[in-house]
Every structure is written in C-alpha cells, then in structure tokens.
C-alpha cells in the first residue's frame, strides 16, 4: 500500500504531502490511485464527512478472506493475524467483539486507572534530572505494553519478546519480517492458551478461554486471533498517540503552558491531540462489495478503499484551521479511533492512558523540552500506524 504517510520523505509530516491533495478535496475527496493490489486501482478518501460515510457503510467490507481468495502471494502471515476480528463482517465481528466490550468499557477502565497511575510513576522514578531521555522508550513504549499484559494476563518475563514480534508486524517494506513475527506471536499466544487452560486465571484472556469452552462457541482459532490483536492493538497505537501527542506539545508552547498549569484540562485536550496527529494514518483494508458512489465519485465493485484518517481530521471543511493545535476546538467527532462498527474497542484505555501519562510527565517535569530540532526526529517506518522511533526530551 502506499500513501502520503508511506513516503519516506514525508514521514515527518505527511500533512504536508496530503496538502497536494487538499486542493481538490473540496471537489474530489475521493480520488482513484493507479496502484493498488493485482494492479486495481485503488480509491482514497481524504475529505472528512466522505471518510465517516465510508467508515460504516456496509458495502464497504473488511473481510480479507474474500478479497484474496484464490490470489496467489508469496507471503505466508500466519491466519491469526491475517484473518482478526478487524478483517471481518456482521454476523461474525458482532459476536467476536460482544465478547471483548466488557473489558474495555468506561467502567472496567476506571478499575485499571490506579494501576496505569502506578506504573506510570513507577517508570517516571527512572527518569534522569536534567539530562536527555528518549520519551518513547522511558515511557510511551513501556505503559501501554505493561498494561495490555496485564489486562490479558501474559507474564512480565514475556513482554519484551511480545514487544518486538508486536513492533516488527509493522515493518514496513520488510514483508519476511513481519510473516516471521506473526507465526511467532500466533504460536506465542496459542501457548499461552493453553498454559491458562490448565491454571485458570482471572484476565480478559482466561475469560475469553471460558468463552472457547463455553455457550460462545468460540473457535480455537478465533480465540489465538483476538488474543494477538487484542494484545497487538492494544499497545502499539497508544504508544504512538502518546508520542505525537507529546511532541505536538511541545512544539505549541502556549498550549503545553496551558495544560501544565491546569492539568485538569487534559482530559478535554485529549479530542484535539487526537485529531491534530492520529497514530493510525490510514484505516485498515476496505473493499466495495458492490459499485458505491461516495463524495460525488463512482466507485466499482471489488476494488480497495483506503480511508486516510489522518487527512481526513485536517480536512478544513470539519475543522477550521486544521493544521493549528486549538485546546479550545470541540474535536470530540474526530476519526483518530475510526467510527462506525469498527471503532477501536480499546478508545477508553487508550484515553485514560495518555491522560495519566500526559497529566504525570507536566506536573513531575515542568521544565520538559525537545532536546533536538524537530527536523531530526525519527519516524517509524510502519504500515499503518504513524509514530516517533524515538522522542529525544530534556527534563
């Protein structure tokens, strides 16, 4: 797939590289691409209001299964990666995400919030005075990973190895990586079934085994599957969001001033962080199952749809002045957690995490700053998501 936040020059910011297609988003918001898969062209929505159409129209299916059968591809991802609850339609992604809503609801997140409290103190202890820190490794990696494990009940000894086979799913251009780190994770995860079959526990995993064995009949399968994109969604696009949100910061003075001295205002920040760099770029793979006309544009049956989120929530026709860091915008219907029926089931844990997180570093460092020019920031090269290798601070 490629895209705006796909160009390596435009990794630090693909809004830029969007702007060359701003210009006709108001009279083509969704525009045809030449390159799609087996040579189709492929169509990518840019303009907000088309993106949420898109997003819940059921003609837009998510099954992958059925777009690739019967293609042929070198690529060996193993199914429980390849065929999650996110590559799937009603009936089946209704009954599998039934089965996770619980735990991620406002109230069950509430119960974890002194937990996320706790580690994030725990890790901002560790941090030197003074000197610099790289923020995504001293804490924007590590409290997302830390508390998706929890929540699953995969052992500490575990998490780095889950970590990197999580991180290496997402090299981009690197497609023998990411088939070997999802066999990896997929026989990691089944292991770990089969270890809580025999000593039950009390995690969202231990439940989800009772659902395997129980009324839910839930496959084997389909068990290994929303455990690894559970466990892989759950940290990866937290990670990133803290990181953007962060550096978005601290390039706004103003506002970084703001939220440091009222960190009450955090919560209702979050919207406009959100919005202002989303940590998913670009939805996950969509295709027509019949002929659809979306923003004034005919699109054929059988042929991808790429929703560019990130385009989407600086699209100026939703919010005015897109590309300014506004606290006081209402950025409450932005497309960073996606919309419709696939809206990201874990959006509570991921906003209760930035809020702990974001509310700890400006009242534990006030004095925080880049410790390098913007222009030299590293960016992941990922499929998907969009998010800092490394944010260099000074405390």
Same mark, same amino acid.
């Given at each position: 797939?490629?895209?705006?936040?796909?160009?390596?020059?435009?990794?630090?910011?693909?809004?830029?590289?969007?702007?060359?297609?701003?210009?006709?988003?108001?009279?083509?918001?969704?525009?045809?691409?030449?390159?799609?898969?087996?040579?189709?062209?492929?169509?990518?929505?840019?303009?907000?209001?088309?993106?949420?159409?898109?997003?819940?129209?059921?003609?837009?299916?998510?099954?992958?299964?059925?777009?690739?059968?019967?293609?042929?591809?070198?690529? /060996?991802?193993?199914?429980?990666?390849?065929?999650?609850?996110?590559?799937?339609?009603?009936?089946?992604?209704?009954?599998?995400?039934?089965?996770?809503?619980?735990?991620?609801?406002? &109230?069950?997140?509430?119960?974890?919030?002194?937990?996320?409290?706790?580690?994030?103190?725990?890790?901002?202890?560790?941090?030197?005075?003074?000197?610099?820190?790289?923020?995504?490794?001293?804490?924007?990696?590590?409290?997302?990973?830390?508390?998706?494990?929890?929540?699953?009940?995969?052992?500490?000894?575990?998490?780095?190895?889950?970590? /990197?086979?999580?991180?290496?799913?997402?090299?981009?251009?690197?497609? @023998?990586?990411?088939?070997?780190?999802?066999?990896?994770?997929?026989?990691?995860?089944?292991?770990?079934?089969?270890?809580?079959?025999?000593?039950?526990?009390?995690?969202?995993?231990?439940?989800?085994?009772?659902?395997?064995?129980?009324?839910?009949?839930?496959?084997?399968?389909?068990?290994?599957?929303?455990?690894?994109?559970?466990?892989?969604?759950?940290?990866?696009?937290?990670?990133?969001?803290?990181?953007?949100?962060?550096?978005?910061?601290?390039?706004?003075?103003?506002?970084?001033?703001?939220?440091?001295?009222?960190? @009450?205002?955090?919560?209702?920040?979050?919207?406009?962080?959100? /919005?202002?760099?989303?940590?998913?770029?670009?939805?996950?793979?969509?295709?027509?199952?019949?002929?659809?006309?979306?923003?004034?544009?005919?699109?054929?049956?059988?042929?991808?749809?790429?929703?560019?989120?990130?385009?989407?929530?600086?699209?100026?026709?939703?919010?005015?002045?897109?590309?300014?860091? @506004?606290?006081?915008?209402?950025?409450?219907?932005?497309?960073?957690?996606?919309?419709?029926?696939?809206?990201?089931?874990?959006?509570?844990?991921?906003?209760?995490?930035?809020?702990?997180?974001?509310?700890?570093?400006?009242?534990?460092?006030?004095?925080?700053?880049?410790?390098?020019?913007? &222009? /030299?920031?590293?960016?992941?090269?990922?499929?998907?998501?969009? &998010?800092?290798?490394?944010?260099?601070?000074?405390?």
């Amino acid at each position: 797939m490629s895209g705006p936040a796909q160009d390596p020059g435009a990794l630090g910011d693909p809004y830029a590289a969007y702007a060359a297609h701003a210009a006709m988003r108001s009279s083509c918001p969704v525009q045809s691409l030449p390159d799609g898969p087996a040579g189709r062209a492929t169509y990518l929505v840019t303009g907000y209001a088309e993106a949420r159409e898109a997003l819940r129209d059921p003609r837009l299916s998510k099954d992958t299964g059925v777009f690739f059968a019967g293609r042929e591809s070198r690529r /060996r991802l193993h199914p429980a990666v390849s065929r999650t609850m996110l590559a799937s339609d009603p009936p089946a992604h209704t009954r599998l995400r039934r089965l996770v809503t619980k735990a991620f609801t406002t &109230g069950a997140v509430k119960e974890l919030r002194p937990f996320i409290a706790r580690v994030t103190d725990e890790l901002l202890d560790q941090w030197p005075v003074g000197e610099p820190l790289d923020f995504m490794a001293r804490l924007a990696v590590p409290l997302p990973v830390i508390v998706i494990c929890r929540l699953l009940g995969v052992p500490q000894a575990d998490r780095a190895a889950v970590r /990197r086979w999580s991180a290496e799913l997402f090299a981009a251009g690197e497609p @023998d990586v990411i088939d070997a780190a999802s066999h990896a994770l997929a026989a990691y995860m089944a292991d770990l079934v089969s270890a809580k079959r025999r000593d039950p526990g009390s995690s969202l995993l231990d439940r989800l085994v009772s659902a395997r064995d129980g009324e839910d009949r839930l496959s084997e399968e389909e068990l290994v599957s929303l455990a690894v994109l559970l466990l892989v969604a759950g940290h990866e696009t937290t990670t990133n969001a803290l990181g953007n949100a962060l550096l978005a910061l601290l390039r706004h003075p103003p506002v970084l001033e703001r939220l440091r001295q009222d960190p @009450d205002g955090i919560p209702a920040a979050l919207d406009e962080l959100l /919005r202002f760099d989303s940590a998913v770029s670009t939805a996950t793979f969509r295709f027509t199952t019949e002929a659809v006309a979306l923003g004034g544009t005919e699109i054929p049956a059988g042929v991808p749809v790429l929703v560019a989120l990130g385009a989407a929530n600086r699209d100026p026709a939703r919010f005015p002045a897109p590309d300014g860091l @506004d606290p006081d915008r209402d950025a409450a219907a932005h497309l960073a957690f996606g919309h419709g029926i696939h809206r990201c089931v874990g959006a509570p844990l991921a906003r209760a995490e930035m809020e702990i997180a974001l509310r700890a570093v400006l009242t534990r460092f006030p004095g925080i700053r880049l410790a390098v020019p913007p &222009g /030299r920031l590293e960016w992941r090269r990922t499929r998907l998501v969009r &998010g800092l290798a490394s944010l260099p601070v000074l405390t």
